[in-house]
C-alpha cells in the first residue's frame, strides 16, 4: 500500500492561452502532479472557455494527467466528445440539470471508457446529493469557490464536505480521491489537508507575476502534508488515507 501524498493539480484557466506550450513546460518544471482543465459553458456558469479540441492539444503537449472539469449544463451529451480528446478523468457538476439516470449513465460511459469518472459539489449544494452515485465516482471534488471565475476567496465554510466525502470513498474501498478546487495556495492548503483532500487545484497562485511556481508548489505539499498529519493527530475531522 502507498504512503499517501498531496498531489498538485495545475488549473489553467490563467494560464497564457497565446503560449500553452510554455506554460505547460512552466508547470513541468515546477513539479506539478496534474493539469486541470476547467471547461465553462456559458450557461451552467456565467463564463466561456474552451471545449474538447483544447483539452486534446493539452494531450499532444503534455504526459502529466489531464483532468477535465466540466462545468457545462449537459455533461451526459458532450461525454464523448471529450473522452475523445484522452483526459484521465473527467469530473461534472452534481448540480448539473440532467436527470439521475443520464448522471449515472454519464459517469459509466467515463469508467467504460477507462477514464476515471467524477461529481463536483459547489459551496451551497449538500454533499448528500453526490452519495447515490458514489458506486460509480473516481473523484469527489468539493469546491471552495462558486464555480465559473478564477482568483475567488478560499471558502472555508464547504470544506467540512471533504472530510464527509473522504469517509465515503474510505468506505467504498479506499480508491477514490477529493478533489479541493477554488482558492487552494500556500495560506489554505493546511486547511484543505485537514479536512480530507487528496488533491490540491491551484490556479492564479501558480501565475503572478515575481512568484516562483516551484516555490508554490512545493509549499502547498508541504503545508497539505502538515494538515493531514496533525488531523491523524487529532483523530479529527479525517486521518490520512492510503491513495
Known amino acids: 500500500m502507498m504512503a499517501w501524498r498531496p498531489l498538485i493539480a495545475a488549473s489553467i484557466l490563467t494560464a497564457d492561452f497565446g503560449h500553452l506550450d510554455r506554460a505547460v513546460r512552466k508547470l513541468e518544471r515546477a513539479g506539478v502532479d496534474r493539469l486541470h482543465l476547467d471547461v465553462m459553458d456559458g450557461h451552467f456558469v456565467p463564463n466561456l472557455t474552451f471545449g474538447p479540441d483544447i483539452v486534446a492539444a493539452f494531450r499532444r503537449l503534455t504526459s502529466l494527467p489531464l483532468d477535465v472539469h466540466l462545468m457545462i449544463a449537459e455533461p451526459a451529451r458532450y461525454m464523448d466528445r471529450f473522452l475523445d480528446a484522452e483526459p484521465d478523468t473527467v469530473t461534472f457538476h452534481v448540480e448539473a440539470a440532467e436527470t439521475d439516470d443520464s448522471k449515472a449513465g454519464a459517469l459509466q460511459s467515463v469508467r467504460s471508457a477507462g477514464r476515471g469518472a467524477g461529481l463536483a459539489v459547489s459551496p451551497g449544494t449538500p ?40 469517509a465515503w470513498l474510505g468506505e467504498a474501498g479506499g480508491q477514490g480521491m477529493v478533489h479541493v478546487d477554488g482558492g487552494v495556495n500556500r495560506d489554505t492548503a493546511a486547511l484543505a489537508g485537514r479536512w480530507g483532500a487528496d488533491v490540491y487545484v491551484v490556479g492564479s497562485a501558480l501565475f503572478q507575476r515575481g512568484q516562483d511556481a516551484t516555490d508554490e508548489v512545493r509549499l502547498v505539499r508541504e503545508r497539505a502534508w502538515a494538515g493531514r498529519m496533525e488531523s491523524s493527530l487529532e483523530r479529527t475531522p479525517a486521518g490520512p488515507r492510503a491513495g
Open 127 to 166: 454533499i448528500d446529493l453526490v452519495r447515490p452515485f458514489l458506486d460509480l465516482v473516481d473523484v469527489v471534488m468539493v469546491m471552495t469557490v462558486e464555480p465559473g471565475f478564477g482568483g475567488q476567496r478560499f471558502m472555508a465554510d464547504a470544506a467540512p464536505k471533504m472530510s464527509v466525502a473522504s
